[in-house]
Nanobody, 122 residues
Framework: QLQLVESGGGLVQPGGSLRLSCAASGFTLDDYDIGWFRQASGKEREGVSCLSRHDGNTYYPDSVKGRFTLSRDTAKNTVFLQMNRLEVEDTAVYYC???????????????WGQGTQVTVSP
C-alpha cells in the first residue's frame, strides 16, 4: 500500500518545539520531491517547506524561515519537519506530500499524508 503517515503533532506553548515525522510505505521518498503544508482553520493551505529531489535543496517561506527545518532519513524512508520557536500563528493541521513537482510550483503531489494537528497555545 502506497501511503504517507505523519506523526508528532501536539500541543505546545509559544517558543516551544515539535518535530513532525512523515514515513512512507510502498515507495522510496528519495525519488520524490517532498513538501510540507499546513492549513489553519478558515484559511487556505500554505506551503511551509519543500525538498527538491534534483539537488537536495530545501526551501522555506519567510513565515517559517530560520525556525523550521526539513530533513530526511533515507534508511527509515522518513522525512521530518523540525519546528522551533513556535508561534500561536503556527497552529494548523500539517501535511506532508510527495510527488514530481518542482518547489514553488503548483502542489500537484501524488501522495498526501493524513495530517497531524499542531496547536500552539499559552
Amino acid at each position: 500500500q502506497l501511503q504517507l503517515v505523519e506523526s508528532g503533532g501536539g500541543l505546545v506553548q509559544p517558543g516551544g518545539s515539535l518535530r513532525l515525522s512523515c514515513a512512507a510505505s510502498g515507495f522510496t521518498l528519495d525519488d520524490y520531491d517532498i513538501g510540507w503544508f499546513r492549513q489553519a482553520s478558515g484559511k487556505e493551505r500554505e506551503g511551509v517547506s519543500c525538498l527538491s529531489r534534483h539537488d537536495g535543496n530545501t526551501y522555506y517561506p519567510d513565515s517559517v524561515k530560520g525556525r523550521f527545518t526539513l530533513s530526511r532519513d533515507t534508511a527509515k524512508n522518513t522525512v521530518f519537519l523540525q519546528m522551533n520557536r513556535l508561534e500561536v500563528e503556527d497552529t494548523a493541521v500539517y501535511y506532508c506530500a510527495a510527488g514530481f513537482t518542482p518547489c514553488g510550483g503548483p502542489p500537484e503531489y501524488d501522495y498526501w499524508g493524513q495530517g497531524t494537528q499542531v496547536t500552539v497555545s499559552p
